[in-house]
């Protein structure tokens, strides 16, 4: 959440601009980060790697993601903000094609790298220019907003009704096909961005935040690393704990377009949670609802636990981020959310980077991808038990 400038007259249809404007984390996250999960086994079992080497190619995308984040406010007031929503989301297009080109390990780690980047500017620049379009209907902007975090949903759900059934018609050693086919998928999607009339000056506000002070946040911060060290474990290995558990294309599909569509009943299912408590108690019942959702597989298989973890998991992923913005907005004066974003954006991409190195390092070690669920679970639970003891803020 920054600042934001605004020099042009007021959209005349903001909802479908908005629409435009969520293919950017469609793009970039949906398709970008989390389609490689849906790659990821054929991917180990073609190139022979281990969990960890696994786990790295998501460590590396997100690290680029952090990267991206810490670096867009300054693109942003170079360029502004639709140049650096279009540059974004067309280099998580180049990723792509570029993970179909090759099985290097260096090269394919680039490619992730460079998504990762692309991710953060697209993501950051698209929610700061939708959020200047929501403002031409106050009234209506909670919605307009919500069309937009929509997006990564959006990107899970299309690649998940692809992927499976693509890799299972062409065979072992067909995930470089999958790259290209998501490739075009995201390439198709970016057209209506490069020809929307975005506002081509509106910038995030040069004015200087105010001081951000860590101590009275360092236990909210410090729950909100264990968050993106345990959902990205989760979301890197579950298609893989699926197919080895005798899933085929149809399960890995179903499990994965379920966590694609909970994205639309978020706003719904937590609106009156994150209005209750002004500290850490709405995203401790939201992650404690995430733990479970993550560790209901280890209790069985059954095709109605799995589904149940999806839409469990999914729902409360989703709403874990507008919690801790809902954190911010009532914790901080305006002029102190850049610098509370910026040290959440911290605290979440370090946990992210680290999750599936650490677990996919744990799963060689143990042998077995349940291992790799329970540390998603444990870490996720731990992160609820830690936000549980983040008081209010007296703003100053």
């Known amino acids: 959440m920054t600042l934001l400038d605004r020099t042009e007259a007021a959209p005349a249809n903001p909802a479908r601009l908005i629409l435009i404007l969520s293919l950017a984390p469609t793009v970039g ?37 952090l990267a991206g984040a810490l670096i867009t406010s300054k693109l942003v007031q170079r360029y502004g903000l639709s140049a650096i929503v279009r540059v974004g989301t067309l280099a998580c297009v180049l990723s792509l094609a570029l993970c179909a080109a090759s099985g ?59 992927a499976p059934f693509l890799l299972q018609a062409a065979g072992p050693g ?30 995030m506000s040069s004015e200087t935040p ?17 968050f993106g060290a345990g959902y990205i ?14 899933g085929g294309a149809a399960a890995q ?21 994150m209005a209750l408590h002004r500290g850490g108690l709405s995203t401790t019942i939201i992650l404690s609802v995430n733990a479970i959702g993550a560790a209901l597989p280890l209790f069985g298989l059954s095709t109605a636990m799995l589904a149940i973890s999806a839409l469990v998991f ?17 914790n901080y004066s305006q002029a102190e959310w850049p610098g509370a974003i910026a040290a959440m954006t911290i605290s979440f991409g370090i946990g992210q980077t680290l999750g599936p190195l650490v677990v996919g390092a744990i799963t060689d070690a143990i042998g077995s991808l349940s291992s790799a ?21 007296r703003r100053a």
């Open 29 to 65: 996250l949906g398709i970008g980060r989390f389609a490689y999960s849906l790659l990821l086994p054929d991917m180990r079992d073609s190139l022979s790697w281990t969990y960890s080497a696994a786990g790295f190619m998501n460590t590396i995308n997100a690290a680029g993601y």
């Open 373 to 393: 669920l329970a540390v998603s679970a444990a870490t996720l639970a731990i992160g609820a038990l830690l936000s549980a003891f983040q008081q209010p803020l």
């Open 210 to 226: 105010a001081s951000f002070r860590v101590r009275p946040v360092l236990i909210y911060l410090a729950g909100y690393f264990m």
């Open 314 to 330: 999914g729902v409360s992923f989703f709403a874990v981020v507008a919690s801790t913005t809902a954190f911010v907005r009532f």
């Open 233 to 246: 474990a989760y979301m890197t290995f579950m298609i893989a704990y699926v197919r080895d558990a005798g």
């Open 253 to 273: 599909s179903a499990f994965w377009c379920l966590i694609g569509c909970s994205a639309f009943v978020t706003p719904w299912v937590w609106r009156r949670v």
């Open 104 to 162: 290097n390990f260096v090269l394919l780690s680039a490619a992730r790298l460079i998504a990762g980047i692309g991710a953060a500017l697209a993501f950051v620049a698209g929610g700061a220019l939708a959020t200047i379009i929501a403002q031409a209907q106050p009234a209506r902007s909670a919605f307009l907003l919500s069309l937009f975090y929509a997006g990564p949903g959006i990107g899970i759900l299309s690649s998940g009704l692809i």
């Open 174 to 203: 067909s995930w470089w096909i999958g790259w290209l086919v998501l490739a075009a998928l995201a390439a198709a999607m970016t057209l209506p961005l490069l020809l929307a009339p975005l506002d081509s000056h509106a910038t």
